[in-house]
Structure formats: C-alpha cells, structure tokens
Nanobody, 125 residues
Framework: QVQLVESGGGLVQAGGSLRLSCVAS????????MAWFRQAPGNEREFVAA????????RYADSVEGRFTISRDNAKNTVYLQMNSLKPEDTAVYYC??????????????????WGQGTQITVSS
C-alpha cells in the first residue's frame, strides 16, 4: 500500500508560479515512479508529468512542456511539481499518483493505482 498527500495548491494570477508537493508513505519511495495528473471541471483526468524512481528520467504533457518541472527528493519521500507561467487553462484539481510496481515514467492513467486526494489550482486571468 502507498499513501499520497498533496499540498501547495491555491489561487494565482496568470503568469505566476506555484509549487506542489506530494509526500508518499507506505513503501520504499525510491523504488517507484511518480506522476502528476489534473482534472478540470467537466473534463477527464489528464496526464501532466511523470518521473522515474531515480529522478533521471521525466516525461511531460505537451501542454506543460517548458513551463512545469517535476522533481523528487527520495530522502524526503516527496515529489514536486514546479509550475511557472501559469495560464487560466491550467486551472484544475491536481493529483499525484503512483504504482509501486512502476519504475519508469508513464503517461498512461491506467497504469497508476494509488492516488492522492488532490489539490486545487486556480489561475485567474
């Protein structure tokens, strides 16, 4: 079992920045990949970014490439999502996710079976 708790959400103006954190517990953090997804009202949950268990490999959705950065600190059991140049269309509930059997970053939602409770990001224009 893995438990995930996100934090860092809030309201920000367009062009601003936020950093999300997700703390994991329950299994050895450094052995599994992590990801961020988001879900806007009326939309399906979509992939944002993922990082390998070592942190050396990352993957991003086209919509956030160059603006968002995923990173991890295995000593703190934490994965981060640094979000810069935020746009109103980034408004959503952001979720961290993992599958402790997954070592490489994946953009496929069906490969993730542990999810956090989500944190709201609202970007005003």
């Amino acid at each position: 079992q893995v438990q995930l708790v996100e934090s860092g959400g809030g309201l920000v103006q367009a062009g601003g920045s936020l950093r999300l954190s997700c703390v994991a517990s329950g299994r050895t953090f450094s052995t599994y990949a992590m990801a961020w997804f988001r879900q806007a009202p009326g939309n399906e949950r979509e992939f944002v970014a993922a990082i390998s268990r070592s942190g050396r490999s990352t993957r991003y959705a086209d919509s956030v490439e160059g603006r968002f950065t995923i990173s991890r600190d295995n000593a703190k059991n934490t994965v981060y999502l640094q979000m810069n140049s935020l746009k109103p269309e980034d408004t959503a509930v952001y979720y961290c996710a993992t599958n402790y059997k997954l070592g490489s970053p994946s953009d496929k939602i069906y490969e993730y079976d542990y999810w956090g409770q989500g944190t709201q990001i609202t970007v005003s224009s």
